[in-house]
């Protein structure tokens, strides 16, 4: 099993009056495996509640469009696999705010690393840092049961799930984890080449 230290802490609803700073879901888009996504809020703690599940085999888009509608949801993160054009075509068309998840939750073991830190109990007080709620039955059940293939008897691999694993709410929580625990990255030019000359970003040049 993957995750040993899930357990009954984990599972539970925000008490009443919690403040949220950060809604979100997190998507992960399927065909005849099923489309996931949850609904994850941060609380003003800095612990996660995930509180809303749709999960459907053949789904469409329509499907997921009109229960994050319903959740009334401002922004969603998605796996990578959808490419720009159809992206930019459902914030035209319908209106969602979509975007892809941060580049290290792309990599199998970085989803299991950003799962397992929110796992993890707080150092401070014990306390558990990731609550699912009992209305999101399979990402519970998946969470419960991954587990690493067997390679040979005795020896496991740490880079994929065993055959016939479910782990498409893994992912799809994976994905609005890395939105909210990975640092954001912005791209900066260190200097520009332009007619043989360097230009850096404070604008003083130099010969190429």
């Known amino acids: 099993i993957a995750f040993e230290e899930f357990c009954a802490e984990h599972i539970g609803d925000p008490p009443e009056g919690t403040v949220f700073k950060r809604v979100l879901c997190g998507l992960d888009f399927g ?76 990599r199998f073991e970085e989803r299991v690393k950003l799962l397992r830190n929110r796992l993890t109990r707080r150092v401070d007080n014990n306390r558990v840092r990731l609550h699912i709620s009992s209305s999101c039955p399979n990402a519970i059940n998946e969470i419960q049961n991954l587990a690493y293939a067997q390679a040979r008897i005795g020896e496991y691999s740490v880079d994929r799930w065993e055959t016939g694993s479910l782990d498409h709410a893994f992912d799809d929580i994976c994905y609005g984890l890395s939105e909210l625990d990975l640092p954001s990255y912005e791209y900066k030019p260190t200097s520009v080449s332009w007619f043989g000359r360097q230009f850096s970003p404070a604008g003083r040049a130099s010969d190429g």
């Open 31 to 106: 065909q005849s495996n099923p489309t996931s996504m949850h609904e994850i809020k941060l609380d003003t703690n800095d612990d996660v509640w995930v509180t809303r599940e749709f999960y459907m085999r053949n789904a469409t888009d329509y499907d997921w469009i009109r229960a994050y509608g319903e959740w009334n949801i401002p922004q969603a993160i998605c796996d990578p696999s959808r490419g720009d054009k159809d992206l930019e075509d459902m914030r035209r068309r319908y209106g969602v705010r979509i975007s892809r998840a941060r580049s290290p939750a792309k």
